[in-house]
C-alpha cells in the first residue's frame, strides 16, 4: 500500500510569506496527486489537482509542483485566511490523505 | 450543480447500531464514485472507503474494512455508512465526497457522530 508523508505538521508564517509544503508517496504516483484546504468545522476544499493544475476559482498565490513521488504546495503570500490544514491527497486504488500542516499567522 | 446532502447529527450510545446517509443531486449519481471520510476531533481526514453506485462495487481502506459498511441505493442517489456496533472511538465527524477522478471537488456538509454512554 502506498503511504504519504507530509512536512512540516504544522508552520507559522508571516502575512505575505512564501510557505511551502512537501508531500512524499511511498512510490510513484506520476503527477496523481491533489491538494486541499480544510478551515474548522467545514468540507476540505480543493486547491491544486494533478499535482500543479489550479483549480478554478482558486486564487493564483496557491501552486503546486512534482511528479513521481515528491510533490511541493507553495502559497506565495501568505494571507490571513490562508489559515487552515492543508492535505495532499493520492489515488491509487483508493484515496489517500497526508496527515496535514497546519498553516498559522505569525 | 452537484450537491450532497448528508442526515445530521447523531448522539448514540456504545453498541448501538447506526446508519448516515448521503444524497446527491445535480449530477448522474451511477457515474461518479461516492466515499466516506471521518475526521476525529482535532485530528486529520481519513479515507474510509468508496462505491461505485453503477455496479455496488465498494473498496474499504485497511483500517475500516470489517468496522463499517458502505452502500448505496441508486433508485434514491443516496449512499449509506452503517456501524453494527458503535464504540465511543468512532465519534467524528463524518464527510461523504464524490468524484469522477481523482481530485475531489464536492464534499457534503459533514455528519457528526457522538457515541457516548
Known amino acids: 500500500d502506498i503511504q504519504m508523508t507530509q512536512s512540516p505538521s504544522s508552520l507559522s508564517a508571516s502575512v505575505g510569506d512564501r510557505v511551502t509544503i512537501t508531500c512524499q508517496a511511498s512510490?510513484?504516483?506520476?503527477?496523481?496527486l491533489s491538494w486541499y484546504q480544510q478551515k474548522p468545522g467545514k468540507a476540505p476544499k480543493l486547491l491544486i489537482y494533478?499535482?500543479?493544475n489550479l483549480e478554478t476559482g482558486v486564487p493564483s498565490r496557491f501552486s503546486g509542483s512534482g511528479s513521481g513521488t515528491d510533490f511541493t504546495f507553495t502559497i506565495s503570500s501568505l494571507q490571513p485566511e490562508d489559515v487552515a490544514t492543508y492535505y495532499c491527497q493520492q489515488y491509487d486504488n483508493l484515496p489517500l490523505f497526508g496527515p496535514g500542516t497546519k498553516v498559522d499567522i505569525k | 450543480e452537484v450537491q450532497l446532502v448528508q442526515s445530521g447529527a447523531e448522539v448514540k450510545k456504545p453498541g448501538e447500531s447506526l446508519k448516515i446517509s448521503c444524497k446527491g443531486s445535480g449530477y448522474s449519481f451511477t457515474s461518479y464514485w461516492i466515499g466516506w471520510v471521518r475526521q476525529m476531533p482535532g485530528k486529520g481526514l481519513e479515507w474510509m472507503g468508496i462505491i461505485y453506485p453503477g455496479d455496488s462495487e465498494t473498496r474499504y481502506s485497511p483500517s475500516f474494512q470489517g468496522q463499517v459498511t458502505i452502500s448505496a441505493d441508486k433508485s434514491i442517489s443516496t449512499a449509506y455508512l452503517q456501524w453494527s456496533s458503535l464504540k465511543a472511538s468512532d465519534t467524528a465527524m463524518y464527510f461523504c465526497?464524490?468524484?469522477?477522478?481523482?481530485?475531489?471537488?464536492?464534499w457534503g456538509q459533514g455528519t457528526l457522530v457522538t457515541v457516548s454512554s
Open positions: 494533478d499535482a500543479s
Open positions: 512510490q510513484d504516483i506520476n503527477n496523481f
Open positions: 465526497a464524490t468524484s469522477s477522478s481523482i481530485a475531489v471537488r464536492d
